[in-house]
């Protein structure tokens, strides 16, 4: 009987440490501050007329707010993402010359953003078209 309780003390210690350590991991977008981005590029990876700048504050803050704040379970292993319908490249530039930078893509009917080895984050399809109105 003592071994059967130990065998069932051992056997819940295991479920729980198992459960306990096996909560996914959570990622969010690493692309700074939104006070220290001195401007946004967007490129459409097309072969001409592919990069648009913008460095007005209005501009900025519409950009930024669709990348800030997001949070995902869902790590990316890639350099970019796989098989998108559309994609885009956006860097968030800061007045040192660094960038850090994100794609935004459709994939089927659904949207997202992708940070290469970071996360692959869901949006709305009106987060999506406000990134096209600034391409288009």
Known sequence: MRKFILYVLICAFIVIGTTACSKD??????????????SITIDTLAQ????????????????YNIFSEKATN??????????PDILYLIK???????????????????????QPYN????????????IEKFVK
């Open 48 to 63: 001409e007329e592919n990069i648009k700048e913008f460095s007005d504050k209005n501009s900025i803050n519409e950009i």
């Open 119 to 130: 996360g692959i984050y869901k949006i709305t399809e009106e987060e999506y078209k406000t």
């Open 25 to 38: 991991k959570e990622y969010t977008l690493n692309i700074g501050k939104l006070d220290e981005i001195s």
């Open 92 to 114: 968030f530039n800061n007045s040192n010359d660094e960038s850090k930078s994100a794609y935004i893509y459709k994939k089927g009917n659904k949207y997202y953003i992708e």
């Open 74 to 83: 869902v790590e990316s292993v890639n350099d970019n993402p796989s098989n």
